[in-house]
T-cell receptor, first 113, second 111 residues
Framework: DVKVTQSSRYLVKRTGEKVFLECVQDMDHENMFWYRQDPGLGLRLIYFSYDVKMKEKGDIPEGYSVSREKKERFSLILESASTNQTSMYLC????????????FGSGTRLTVV | RKEVEQDPGPFNVPEGATVAFNCTYSNSASQSFFWYRQDCRKEPKLLMSVYSSGNEDGRFTAQLNRASQYISLLIRDSKLSDSATYLCVVNIVEGTYKYIFGTGTRLKVLA
């Protein structure tokens, strides 16, 4: 089974802190994604990557950046955390051309105070 | 208009009942369709892909209607363990592949 591992299940950070969310997958998937999920809004794509050192903006990239230095690892960075970034963050990976669906990590519930 | 729309529910049904959800999508270029299941405070998990000819997996049946641009999920003989949120997902190609998630339909199966 594909395993997508997110480094933290729960995280509490202060406003203005730089926050790193790590995601590692073990099935050699090319594609990796970061979503946030909020009640009533569903899953919204922040950034995605189809290859090492490659990144593309999703629908809501403002306030975020990403890093993909190795194929198995995709990091989401909140440059200066704000309270409106309190959310559930979900990492996913897939094998192109995404016809087989995504595998999600278990999520990181981030609270910014 | 949202690209993928679902009735948020909740659908409250007794054990053993048959329940169906629909999901409409707006982009006619949509290529792949999926149903995901999400339990409370957990990640979404792929339930089944939806094929043009329709497909069945045990108690679950998925249908695609391209002309009317909707997909459906039918659950027969509902179990308590089926209680979850069901997300409709549509894959479109706009330069690159893009998944669009519905906001989900919540199902509660009652004893």
């Amino acid at each position: 089974d594909v395993k997508v591992t997110q480094s933290s299940r729960y995280l509490v950070k202060r406003t203005g802190e730089k926050v790193f969310l790590e995601c590692v997958q073990d099935m050699d998937h090319e594609n990796m994604f970061w979503y946030r999920q909020d009640p009533g809004l569903g899953l919204r794509l922040i950034y995605f990557s189809y290859d090492v050192k490659m990144k593309e903006k999703g629908d809501i990239p403002e306030g975020y950046s990403v890093s993909r230095e190795k194929k198995e690892r995709f990091s989401l960075i909140l440059e200066s955390a704000s309270t409106n970034q309190t959310s559930m963050y979900l990492c996913a990976s897939s094998f192109p051309p995404d016809s087989y669906g995504y595998t999600f990590g278990s999520g990181t519930r981030l609270t910014v105070v | 208009r949202k690209e993928v729309e679902q009735d948020p529910g909740p659908f409250n049904v007794p054990e053993g009942a048959t329940v169906a959800f629909n999901c409409t999508y707006s982009n006619s270029a949509s290529q792949s369709f999926f149903w995901y299941r999400q339990d409370c405070r957990k990640e979404p998990k792929l339930l089944m892909s939806v094929y043009s000819s329709g497909n069945e997996d045990g108690r679950f049946t998925a249908q695609l209607n391209r002309a009317s641009q909707y997909i459906s999920l039918l659950i027969r003989d509902s179990k308590l363990s089926d209680s979850a949120t069901y997300l409709c997902v549509v894959n479109i190609v706009e330069g690159t592949y893009k998944y669009i998630f519905g906001t989900g339909t919540r199902l509660k199966v009652l004893a």
